[in-house]
C-alpha cells in the first residue's frame, strides 16, 4: 500500500514537501515515480527515483524547483517542491511498481 500525504494549499513561491510511504507489498523493489493530474487534462509525469541507485529523473516544467529524494530504509519517497507555480495546482500521486497511492491536492494561490 502506498500513502502519499503532504498536500496543501501555500501561495506562489512557497514550498512543500510531499512524501510517500510504502508498506506491506508495496515495499517491492521498484523505482518510485510521482505525477500530477488535473481533472480534464492528462497526467504528467513529475519525477521518478530509482530503487537500485537512486538515479532521478525530472520533467521540464519542474527541473531546478522539484526534488526527488527517499529515507534511508527505502520506505518514503519523498518529492520537496520549492517556487510553487500556480500551474502546480493539481493532485499528485506516487507510484510503486503497480501500487499507486491515493492522492494529495496541492493548491497554489494567492
Known amino acids: 500500500q502506498l500513502q502519499a500525504s503532504g498536500g496543501g494549499s501555500v501561495q506562489p513561491g512557497g514550498s512543500l514537501r510531499l512524501s510517500c510511504a510504502a508498506s506491506?507489498?508495496?515495499?517491492?523493489?521498484?523505482?518510485v515515480g510521482w505525477f500530477r493530474q488535473v481533472t480534464g487534462r492528462e497526467r504528467e509525469w513529475l519525477s521518478i527515483i530509482t530503487r537500485r541507485d537512486g538515479v532521478t529523473w525530472y520533467a521540464d516544467s519542474v527541473k531546478g524547483r522539484f526534488t526527488i529524494n527517499r529515507d534511508k530504509a527505502q520506505s518514503t519517497v519523498y518529492l520537496q517542491m520549492n517556487s510553487l507555480k500556480y500551474e502546480d495546482t493539481a493532485v499528485y500521486y506516487c507510484?510503486?511498481?503497480?501500487?499507486r497511492g491515493q492522492g494529495t491536492q496541492v493548491t497554489v494561490s494567492s
Open positions: 506491506g507489498a508495496a515495499r517491492g523493489s521498484y523505482a
Open positions: 507510484v510503486k511498481g503497480p501500487d
